[in-house]
């Protein structure tokens, strides 16, 4: 670990820097705290500009960091709270489209200009009117920004097609999922059960995890299975997430008898990847999978679409399909499970490539890089 070092020089303040989260993900949610652990334990003072239910879930406060409720929303009210907490900042981070604007919109006016640095952690999409105003916005917050860090070569292209002065490629670290009450039972007596509570006992475990949105691919997932329902024995595919899409896909199950359970949003993901034989990602669109990061380290065989940082992240650690080819996603599956020694060769590959993203600190250590580039004077020549 690089050692930590203050900056919080003697007879100086520390750095001020706010965080602003909006409605984000669970991805950037998690950034923020690991973030915010990480900048405070080097001395830098950390306020966390997010929702209330978003500190009751990810306790900024616990890692060091002061929490201040902002609302999900743009309107003056809530830009004027937002504008009151970032008077004194000496740096401002938002992370996602619309944090961003609203951080854009707080800092507007000011006659001494406050350093906003923009985490772009995935690209919104949308269509018809919608997506012009997304687009607009884009603009806006490419131009109030004095650096971009997207999270895959992919975001930081469109970052600077949008106008960013300065982006660049700042892959974020998935932080360590916290640990629950220590199991007496062993990996192998704990996998077992796990299989047994979902019903794959005596045959192959395919796990799929995240919300159930159109993006994520699941409707082509749900075509895929429909050909492994000529395997013997018949895979069980279980889908771990929650979202929109469950109705439909749930009917579709049902209709077509399909080998998939939805089950939900889990807090033992660990758990479900350590007793699954294939991990899926169907997505249409992807900027950096989280299943990919917790798939490859725990030595499970991974197929994904070639969607959006996907064959960025994962290299030649898991079979690439093209996205929303349910066909090849199909025989990629029945290919993996027909071949113990390819599957053991994605293991081995996989732990090589995560060993290759960066670790929290690491991360931590390249945003501060950030901060002190664009907060210490100039040195005169």
């Known amino acids: 670990m690089t050692p930590v070092s203050s900056h919080a020089p003697h007879g100086q303040s520390p750095l001020r820097t706010v965080q602003v989260l909006g409605g984000g993900n669970a991805g950037s949610s998690a950034h923020v705290r690991s973030l915010a652990a990480g900048l405070v334990a080097r001395g830098v003072k950390v306020t966390v500009c997010a929702p209330t239910d978003a500190e009751r879930i990810y306790d900024f406060t616990g890692v060091g960091a002061d929490h201040v409720h902002v609302p ?40 001494v200009r406050t350093p906003l640095v923009v ?23 490419m131009k109030a920004a004095a650096v971009v860090l997207g999270a895959t070569s992919e975001l930081v292209d469109g ?68 050909a492994w329902r000529r395997l013997d024995p018949v895979p069980l595919v279980v889908v771990a997430g929650e979202g929109p899409m469950r109705p439909q896909l749930q009917r579709r199950i049902e209709d077509e008898g399909l080998p998939v359970v ?7 993901v660990g758990d479900l990847l350590a007793a699954a034989d294939l991990a899926l990602l169907p997505s249409r669109r992807e900027a950096r999978s989280v299943l990919a990061q ?16 996907t064959p960025e992240l994962v290299g030649d650690a898991a079979e690439i399909v093209p996205a929303g080819d ?56």
């Open 262 to 268: 939805l089950i939900g949003s889990r807090d033992d």
């Open 159 to 226: 970052a600077r097609g949008a106008g960013a002065r300065d982006a660049r490629l700042g892959p974020v670290a998935l932080p360590t999922r916290p640990c629950g009450p220590a199991e007496p039972d062993d990996p192998d007596r704990r996998r077992a059960k796990t299989r047994a509570e979902l019903g794959a006992i005596g045959r192959p475990l395919l796990i799929a995890v995240g919300s159930l949105e159109e993006h994520r691919g699941y409707d082509v997932l749900l075509d895929a299975a429909r």
């Open 72 to 111: 999900r929303s743009s309107d003056p009210v809530s830009v004027a709270a937002l504008r009151a907490v970032c008077a004194d900042a000496d740096l401002v981070h938002a992370h996602g489209l619309h944090a961003s604007f609203r951080a854009a919109l707080a800092l507007g006016g000011r006659r």
């Open 119 to 141: 985490t772009w952690h995935d690209r919104a999409q949308a269509e018809g009117a919608r997506a012009h105003l997304l687009r607009v916005l884009e603009r806006r917050v």
């Open 294 to 309: 917790e798939a490859l380290p725990a030595r499970l065989p991974l197929v994904a679409s070639d969607a959006g940082g």
């Open 326 to 381: 349910a066909d090849a996603f199909a025989r990629a599956v029945v290919r993996l499970l027909d071949d113990p020694r390819r599957c053991e060769e994605l293991r081995d590959r996989g732990v090589r490539q995560a060993a290759t993203w960066p670790t929290e600190d690491e991360t931590v250590a390249q945003v501060l890089s950030v901060y002190d580039e664009l907060t210490q004077p100039t040195p005169m020549l």
